[in-house]
């Protein structure tokens, strides 16, 4: 199973990544992630991507993806993986393909969860995070015992900036404009599928497990 996971920021998209890789026994695979492992270990693509980031500048489209069809050849991807985060826009989307197509690699399904933006912005702008330990709550489905206490180690609460609701807007709103138009980029390839994401985990994980079934 190949999939590529879509979504708003606070969909629920790295979530259930996880929950799905941990069900099909196959890597969830953020470029954040591999991004920071190829700058620790000093990797030549590591050190190329660095330079950029030391300087504030977004590490180019063809590096993120070299490093991301490195990834896909590893051992533990043979039976597939689940990009998660990436691509964002339409050129990398090109890009992907391109380099999939150089490996003989087609991609399964691209897994959307659709969430209204108003939804997203109350889930996100109540979340909370101890200062200390980062253990989350979120003020109305996860509080904690003592208000603004952390229940794990007793240290305060926060809002992170870029939970905060004018924040969460404005990376809606980048979404809108780059990320969004990958929607119709795989309907057209008849790979999409689209999930409704307003519900609990449980709810959502059983819709898109059912969804992957059936499209098999």
Same mark, same amino acid.
């Given at each position: 199973?190949?999939?590529?996971?879509?979504?708003?920021?606070?969909?629920?998209?790295?979530?259930?990544?996880?929950?799905?890789?941990?069900?099909?026994?196959?890597?969830?695979?953020?470029?954040?992630?591999?991004?920071?492992?190829?700058?620790?270990?000093?990797?030549?693509?590591?050190?190329?991507?660095?330079?950029?980031?030391?300087?504030?500048?977004?590490?180019?489209?063809?590096?993120?993806?070299?490093?991301?069809?490195?990834?896909?050849?590893?051992?533990?991807?043979?039976?597939?993986?689940?990009?998660?985060?990436?691509?964002? $826009?339409? %050129?990398?989307? /090109?890009?992907?393909? =391109?380099?999939?197509?150089? #490996?003989? !690699?087609?991609? &399964?399904?691209? *897994?959307?969860?659709?969430?209204?933006?108003?939804?997203?912005?109350?889930?996100?702008?109540?979340?909370?995070?101890?200062?200390?330990?980062?253990?989350?709550?979120?003020?109305?489905?996860?509080?904690?015992?003592?208000?603004?206490?952390?229940?794990?180690?007793?240290?305060?609460?926060?809002?992170?900036?870029?939970?905060?609701?004018?924040?969460?807007?404005?990376?809606?709103?980048?979404?809108?404009?780059? $990320?969004? %138009?990958?929607? /119709?980029?795989?309907? =057209?390839?008849?790979?999409? #599928?689209? !999930?409704?994401? &307003?519900?609990? *985990?449980?709810?959502?994980?059983?819709?898109?497990?059912?969804?992957?079934?059936?499209?098999?």
């Amino acid at each position: 199973m190949r999939l590529i996971m879509l979504g708003a920021p606070g969909a629920g998209k790295g979530t259930h990544a996880l929950l799905l890789s941990k069900e099909y026994n196959i890597p969830q695979i953020s470029t954040g992630d591999i991004l920071r492992s190829h700058i620790k270990n000093e990797t030549d693509l590591g050190k190329k991507a660095k330079k950029y980031m030391d300087k504030g500048l977004l590490v180019p489209d063809e590096l993120v993806v070299e490093i991301v069809k490195k990834r896909i050849q590893e051992e533990d991807c043979k039976e597939g993986f689940i990009l998660d985060g990436f691509p964002r $826009t339409i %050129p990398q989307a /090109e890009a992907l393909d =391109k380099a999939l197509e150089e #490996l003989a !690699i087609a991609l &399964d399904k691209v *897994v959307n969860i659709d969430v209204p933006d108003e939804v997203i912005i109350k889930r996100m702008a109540g979340r909370r995070v101890c200062s200390n330990c980062g253990a989350s709550y979120h003020i109305e489905n996860k509080k904690p015992l003592k208000e603004n206490i952390c229940d794990e180690c007793g240290s305060e609460l926060k809002q992170r900036e870029d939970d905060k609701e004018e924040t969460v807007r404005k990376r809606l709103q980048v979404y809108e404009e780059q $990320t969004k %138009p990958l929607i /119709e980029y795989y309907e =057209k390839r008849g790979i999409l #599928l689209t !999930i409704e994401g &307003d519900g609990s *985990v449980e709810e959502i994980g059983n819709k898109i497990k059912s969804a992957l079934e059936v499209s098999k």
